[in-house]
């Protein structure tokens, strides 16, 4: 794994950190690049928001916050994706 992502996702957990909140969460969403729709599911799959937010255990949340991370170094948009992580705010993450 390339430093960089691992660099990104030990500074997701920092601080307690889990993920962005549902808003900033469905932002970073948007910006990744190739996403594809297959029947009810996309890849990569949804930020866990709205009704599964309340569903899904932090276990969860982490595991599919480096989903979308892997992805965003996959289709070599990882900087822009980077950048958008950094300047969240602590406001704007979900602790535990």
């Given at each position: 794994?390339?430093?960089?992502?691992?660099?990104?996702?030990?500074?997701?957990?920092?601080?307690?950190?889990?993920?962005?909140?549902?808003l900033e969460?469905?932002?970073?969403?948007?910006?990744?690049?190739?996403?594809?729709?297959?029947?009810?599911?996309?890849?990569?799959?949804?930020p866990l928001?709205?009704?599964?937010?309340?569903?899904?255990?932090?276990?969860?949340?982490?595991?599919?916050?480096?989903?979308?991370?892997?992805?965003?170094?996959?289709?070599?948009?990882?900087?822009?994706?980077?950048?958008?992580?950094?300047?969240?705010?602590?406001?704007?993450?979900?602790?535990?």
């Amino acid at each position: 794994m390339e430093s960089k992502l691992k660099e990104l996702l030990s500074f997701c957990s920092e601080n307690n950190r889990v993920c962005p909140h549902p808003l900033e969460w469905e932002a970073l969403w948007s910006i990744l690049c190739d996403r594809k729709r297959k029947g009810m599911h996309w890849k990569p799959h949804r930020p866990l928001i709205l009704s599964e937010w309340w569903q899904s255990s932090i276990k969860d949340k982490r595991r599919r916050l480096k989903e979308h991370l892997r992805w965003a170094y996959e289709h070599e948009i990882f900087d822009k994706v980077d950048a958008f992580i950094r300047r969240l705010s602590e406001e704007q993450w979900y602790h535990f």
